[in-house]
T-cell receptor, first 116, second 111 residues
Framework: NAGVTQTPKFRILKIGQSMTLQCTQD?????MYWYRQDPGMGLKLIYY???????DKGEVPNGYNVSRSTTEDFPLRLELAAPSQTSVYFC???????????????FGNGTRLTVT | GEDVEQSLFLSVREGDSSVINCTYT??????LYWYKQEPGAGLQLLTY?????DMKQDQRLTVLLNKKDKHLSLRIADTQTGDSAIYFC???????????FGAGTRLFVKA
């Protein structure tokens, strides 16, 4: 009963380095999301996906890329890390629903990233 | 555009009731949610309300929705120290696949 699993839990990057944040879910959810959480700012949507092979930009996509080759996995890639990307990153998933149906999010435990 | 606002801090004494308020802008939202985040953890769904309801009660939790004023509140009765956490208000957008979050209200419970 794993739910949404994110790795790593913590990471320190130097400016200009690259990394991939991993996210996998075992609930067969079609919808997956990446959020970043900054203090006092709530959660901002980076990218989302409504199914395998389909991704779309959220509110703050610059500096990030995603892919969705399978239903289970939704990795987030940082190509050239910048200090502004220091944040806590949350992956989430929800079941597919027709408009008007309940679709609550299931979250992973987050990845705390520091760029120095 | 879509926006959700809530106050950042609330402090209550153990045993008192806590009321966390939220306002939202999307009048077409279908579902509104309260999520709870404990330190070092992800968000967990606490409760939700469908937009055609005005109240929902679940044990110590009462959710009130005023759709005319686009105002949502969460009342926690008999607040315990274990209720100390950040509480996020959120709305499901009209497309049904994007959730918009408020900044979160940090609840402090004093023993």
């Amino acid at each position: 009963n794993a739910g949404v699993t994110q790795t790593p839990k913590f990471r320190i990057l130097k400016i200009g380095q690259s990394m991939t944040l991993q996210c996998t879910q075992d609930m067969n959810h079609n919808y997956m999301y990446w959020y970043r959480q900054d203090p006092g700012m709530g959660l901002k949507l980076i990218y989302y996906s409504v199914g395998a092979g389909i991704t779309d930009k959220g509110e703050v996509p610059n500096g990030y890329n995603v892919s969705r080759s399978t239903t289970e996995d939704f990795p987030l890639r940082l190509e050239l890390a910048a200090p502004s990307q220091t944040s806590v990153y949350f992956c989430a998933s929800s079941p597919q629903s027709d408009r008007g149906q309940n679709s609550p999010l299931h979250f992973g435990n987050g990845t705390r990233l520091t760029v120095t | 555009g879509e926006d959700v606002e809530q106050s950042l801090f609330l402090s209550v004494r153990e045993g008192d009731s806590s009321v966390i308020n939220c306002t939202y802008t999307d009048s077409s939202s279908t579902y509104l949610y309260w999520y709870k985040q404990e330190p070092g953890a992800g968000l967990q769904l606490l409760t939700y309300i469908f937009s055609n309801m005005d109240m929902k009660q679940d044990q110590r939790l009462t959710v009130l929705l005023n759709k005319k004023d686009k105002h949502l509140s969460l009342r926690i009765a008999d607040t315990q120290t274990g209720d100390s956490a950040i509480y996020f208000c959120a709305e499901l957008n009209t497309g049904g696949f994007k959730t918009i979050f408020g900044a979160g209200t940090r609840l402090f419970v004093k023993a």
